[in-house]
Nanobody
Framework: QVQLVESGGGLVQPGGSLRLSCAASGSSFSIYTMNWYRQAPGKQRELVATITGGGTTNYADSVKGRFTISRDNAEKTVYLQMNSPKPEDTAVYYC?????????????WGQGTQVTVSS
């Protein structure tokens, strides 16, 4: 099994910055793609950013140029640097990892961390 624990959420002012972290732990696993999703009240969960094991990144159009996803493979941690956040970025942010555990590839999810963008 893989456990994902997010941290770094909270209240941030529009135009400020915030960094989310997600640390993976467990035994005998290999992580491939790591993703950040978010879900705002009354809306479906949406993919925000993706980073592959090789470091290739992809972003939702709504956050391009403002958010940056990165990962530390040695620490099994993925980050989401949120610059110039907007009120519409308010949501619960979830970390997701595609990992191989004992030969089985599957998705793992964190518990989510609330991000509120407000003045």
């Amino acid at each position: 099994q893989v456990q994902l624990v997010e941290s770094g959420g909270g209240l941030v002012q529009p135009g400020g910055s915030l960094r989310l972290s997600c640390a993976a732990s467990g035994s005998s696993f290999s992580i491939y793609t790591m993703n950040w999703y978010r879900q705002a009240p009354g809306k479906q969960r949406e993919l925000v950013a993706t980073i592959t094991g090789g470091g290739t990144t992809n972003y939702a159009d709504s956050v391009k140029g403002r958010f940056t996803i990165s990962r530390d493979n040695a620490e099994k941690t993925v980050y989401l640097q949120m610059n110039s956040p907007k009120p519409e970025d308010t949501a619960v942010y979830y970390c997701n990892a595609v990992a191989m555990v004992f030969g089985i590839l599957r998705d793992y999810w964190g518990q989510g961390t609330q991000v509120t963008v407000s003045s």
